[in-house]
Nanobody, 115 residues
Framework: QVQLVESGGGLVQPGGSLRLSCVVS????????MGWYRQAPGKEREWIAT???????NYANSVKGRFAISRNSAKNTVYLQMNTLRPEDTAVYYC?????????WGQGTQVTVSS
């Protein structure tokens, strides 16, 4: 089993920044990719970014150039640096990992962008 715990969400003004963290524990060997998704009220969960075991990254067009995914393997943590935040970025943000064909999710952290 793999456990994920997100943190770092909160209320921020438009144009501001936040950094989300996701600590991964449990059976963490053989993880092939780690990622972030978000879900706004009344909308489907949306993929945001992925970092592969090779450290290659991919981003959704909606966040490219504003968000950055990274990881610290020594701390078993994946991060999402979010800059130039917009009201439309308001959502619950979830991290996930792909391991041996299974996807594991955290409980989510709320990000609200509002003045």
């Amino acid at each position: 089993q793999v456990q994920l715990v997100e943190s770092g969400g909160g209320l921020v003004q438009p144009g501001g920044s936040l950094r989300l963290s996701c600590v991964v524990s449990g059976s963490i060997s053989s993880i092939t990719a780690m990622g972030w998704y978000r879900q706004a009220p009344g909308k489907e969960r949306e993929w945001i970014a992925t970092i592969a075991s090779s450290s290659g990254t991919n981003y959704a067009n909606s966040v490219k150039g504003r968000f950055a995914i990274s990881r610290n393997s020594a701390k078993n943590t994946v991060y999402l640096q979010m800059n130039t935040l917009r009201p439309e970025d308001t959502a619950v943000y979830y991290c996930n990992v792909l391991r041996l064909g299974f996807t594991y999710w955290g409980q989510g952290t709320q990000v609200t962008v509002s003045s």
